[in-house]
């Protein structure tokens, strides 16, 4: 027994026509969000330095997004988009780079935001976008007479590093932090680093280690963490080294160019000025300044936890 349509045809036509838009507006391509070669929104706070299991899970790759989709006026057509941390997060991440192409490549929007709306014409469109060391690209459609709003997932979390050397006060010399991915499309090379002790590192779920340098001394100190979606973990990184004070107490106004070595190996530092701390391992080593064609010399030994006052002067 066939259907008997109440509807006029015209009308059942026209619902039929917004129902393919609808429809075309949800079917975006596969997201990817991954890491690449620092806001700092999260939902809660967590302090942290987590041993490792045996095996690293990878590094999240897959990016849930909700759609939400309104019939407009033609003309009126609009694309906005926002970002969270974890799917149960109702704080949008900030900061964002944001940039959008059309079908033929052509950059239309570039800008770091919150959240991203343009008004657009009905097409096809490319988003990418950059969170610390995540990035997100997704294909998206938009319809004729139809405005969409995204909120990507991004699945990430922070770090919080802070190099430190046990009873010397060191945050005058700079330091160095380089994350490195153990797990995920991205194992094994460097994803995030600062130069700031204390900067929030905007990291991918996943495993990492974390390399702490000082300055040009020959300090260095490893540890490897966790990141969780949603949560900054923050780590101390304890350096086992001295801290040599060298200064040149000889003509104020002189050119000095210092070296500093070990008992047996090459300069392992060396820079300019009349005075500089290093962090140095514990150990022997040779601190020589070249002034006015004259080579002076100073013969030192270190300790963890120790600071040294080096003075050369003619």
Do not use: C
């Not at 690209?137 to 979390?157: D, H, M, Q, W, Y």
């Not at 340098?213 to 100190?221: D, E, K, L």
């Amino acid at each position: 027994m066939g259907v008997i349509s109440t509807r006029s045809s015209t009308e059942s036509r026209q619902n039929r026509a917004l129902n393919k838009r609808l429809l075309a507006a949800i079917l975006f391509a596969s997201t990817i969000i991954m890491p690449t070669a620092l806001s700092r929104a999260a939902t809660s706070l967590e302090i942290e330095t987590p041993a490792l299991p045996d095996t690293t899970s990878s590094v999240a790759t897959d990016a849930a997004h909700e759609v939400a989709i309104s019939v407009v006026d033609a003309g009126s057509e609009q694309i906005s988009m926002v970002a969270r941390l974890t799917p149960t997060s109702n704080l949008m991440a900030q900061d964002i780079h944001w940039q959008l192409r059309n079908s033929e490549g052509e950059l239309l929007v570039d800008e770091t935001a919150t959240e991203s709306i343009h008004a657009l014409p009905p097409g096809d469109y490319v988003v990418e976008a950059d969170y610390g060391s995540v990035h997100l690209r997704e294909n998206l459609t938009l319809p004729e007479g139809n405005s969409i709003a995204v909120s990507f997932v991004l699945n990430a979390g922070g770090l919080r590093v802070l190099p430190v050397i046990k009873g010397i006060n060191a945050t005058e010399i700079q330091s160095q932090t380089l994350v490195y991915a153990l797990s995920g499309p991205e194992r094994g090379k460097l994803v995030a680093h600062s130069k700031l002790p204390g900067e929030v590192l905007k990291l991918a779920a996943g495993h990492y280690r974390v390399e702490s340098r000082f300055g040009s001394g020959n300090t260095t100190a490893v540890t490897d963490v966790r990141i969780r979606p949603g949560i900054m973990s923050a780590v101390d990184v304890k350096h086992q080294a001295g801290l040599a004070r060298l200064s040149f107490v000889g003509e104020p106004g002189a050119k000095v160019t210092w070296e500093v070595r070990t008992m047996s190996g090459p300069a392992l530092a060396s820079f300019e000025g009349l005075s500089q701390d290093l962090a140095l391992k514990p150990g022997t080593y040779v601190a020589a300044a070249h002034v006015n064609g004259e080579v002076l010399t100073a013969k030192f030994k270190i300790l963890a936890g120790q600071e040294r006052d080096i003075m050369l002067g003619n």
